[in-house]
């Protein structure tokens, strides 16, 4: 009996990162599978390679919420769901101009569940997982990792707290972007967090959380959708991806 | 046939009555008019008992611009008991929130309902003493006055547990609810469907201010 639970079990998995294990990655969940809970169709398992291949430098950006889910009002006329949609777009652009991998969780208005973002996520295999939000409210870039304690790899890894074999990985991550944003004189704040999708990647990931800039001695006041502010943002993010390109192995 | 002398018998008990409820009623009313009079809102159930001291209790507010909590401290009178005393420290800090010049602000000045206590079951806890869990319902006008966002809500949420573990030191977890019923988040970021470990609040040691009635 305990044979088929694990035989159906396993039609359920999804390989977080195969391919890094390949080479010997110091990333601790490389060949954990994620369990979803809630899935109510059975996600495709992708092929396994015929050997080992080269992982490949792949960045995921989730735009969040879309459709109905219009996120916070920034203003009468903003909403949020616009914001991190036009910023995507532009960091999306930047990154594959840098000839960088990027896959998008959200490519217009449309209502995405956190467990179809996780999914595309997870699937993905990406060294680096952005999930952008916007706010009204504080100065500058919040960046916010799980708030999910590390936890060992295991091989079947609850779906809830798929991250925490992630945190080391995204606290340095985190770490990258920080220096990037200081680099570009924005003001930063640094937390942990629990907002989903994120306690269900498997893979490095960070929530950023673009809020206005309030004018002090070193700043400007800009809005957050203020195109030269977003377009800083947008390169001190990408200086920070390229670098960690060469870090996270 | 009822006889006349129970009738009478009837008529004064229900005279009795009325003029009973017509007394409650105007003590009632003054009451009122007594809190209304010092700018103070009735408690919706919270009864301090006469005499008992005001002691010095730390809030932790939130800071929008950096993110950080900064103990404040308040000389309130608590009642004895314990969800009463966590409501009464909520209700504190949300007024806080809601104080001109406050650093993260909010347009209401009350939003807890209740807050429950649980134990926590032993084989949770690595420690002798697993502590409790403290589950707070959110009122929904709260919820909705929330600023959206992953700071915002992060803060409210870390604010109020660092606040409960600090002056009830044996709460070791919290869970939120809105109006009695489960939420996923507080304001669209902030996940509401886990428990939290009062720990994960830890806020940076700060001086505290002073004390301010």
């Not at chain 1, 295991?154 to 770490?175: D, F, H």
Request: charged letters at 15%.
């Amino acid at each position: 009996m305990r044979w088929i639970e694990a035989a159906a079990l396993l039609t359920l998995l999804v390989p977080a990162s195969a391919p890094m294990s390949a080479v010997g990655q110091t990333a601790p969940p490389t060949t954990q599978p994620v369990l979803p809970a809630q899935s109510t169709a059975a996600p495709s398992v992708p092929p396994a390679p015929a050997q080992p291949a080269q992982p490949k430098f792949v960045v995921v950006l989730d735009a969040a919420h879309g459709g109905s889910d219009s996120g916070a009002h920034l203003r009468p006329d903003l909403q949020e769901k616009d914001v991190t949609l036009t910023l995507t777009t532009r960091l999306r652009s930047t990154l594959q101009a840098h000839g960088i991998a990027v896959v998008t969780t959200r490519q217009s208005d449309a209502g995405i569940p956190a467990l179809n973002r996780a999914e595309t996520a997870n699937h993905a295999q990406a060294a680096a997982c952005l999930v952008i939000h916007a706010t009204a409210t504080g100065s500058g870039v919040h960046l916010y990792a799980s708030s999910l304690s590390p936890a060992p790899a295991v091989r079947l890894q609850p779906w809830q707290t798929a991250q925490a074999a992630w945190i080391t990985q995204s606290l340095k991550l985190e770490s990258e972007i920080d220096a990037a944003l200081a680099h570009a004189q924005i003001p930063i704040t640094l937390g942990r967090a629990s907002v989903q999708p994120m306690d269900n990647l498997a893979c490095p990931a960070i929530a950023i959380e673009v809020a206005p800039l309030v004018g002090g001695h070193v700043t400007t006041a800009r809005d957050v959708s203020d195109a030269d502010y977003q377009k800083s943002v947008v390169d001190a993010l990408v200086a920070a991806l390229d670098a960690w390109r060469s870090d996270w192995k | 046939m009822i006889s006349r002398a129970h009738k009478i018998l009837f008529m004064v008990m229900l005279l009795a009555c009325v003029i009973m409820a017509t007394f409650l009623i105007r003590l009632r009313n003054r009451a009122q008019d007594r809190l209304q009079a010092q700018g103070v809102e009735a408690p919706a159930s919270i009864a301090v008992a006469p005499g008992i001291p005001p002691r010095t209790v730390t809030l932790y507010v939130p800071n929008d611009l950096d993110g950080s909590l900064t103990a404040v401290e308040r000389s309130l009178a608590l009642p004895a008991d314990d969800n009463a005393q966590a409501r009464v420290l909520l209700d504190s800090l949300i007024e806080a929130f809601h104080a001109t010049g406050s650093t993260h602000p909010m347009s209401i000045a009350s939003g807890v309902n209740e807050v429950y206590f649980l134990p926590v079951p032993k084989s949770q806890s690595q420690s002798g003493d697993p502590g409790q869990l403290a589950v707070v319902d959110l009122s929904g006008a709260l919820a909705a006055a929330q600023p959206s966002g992953i700071e915002p809500e992060t803060l409210t949420l870390l604010s109020i547990m660092a606040t409960l573990h600090a002056n009830l030191p044996n709460i070791t977890e919290v869970h939120f609810l809105v109006d009695g019923q489960p939420h996923e988040t507080l304001a669209g970021h902030a996940d509401l469907t886990r428990t939290y470990l009062a720990s994960e609040a830890n806020p940076e040691p700060s001086p505290p201010e002073s004390p301010a009635q």
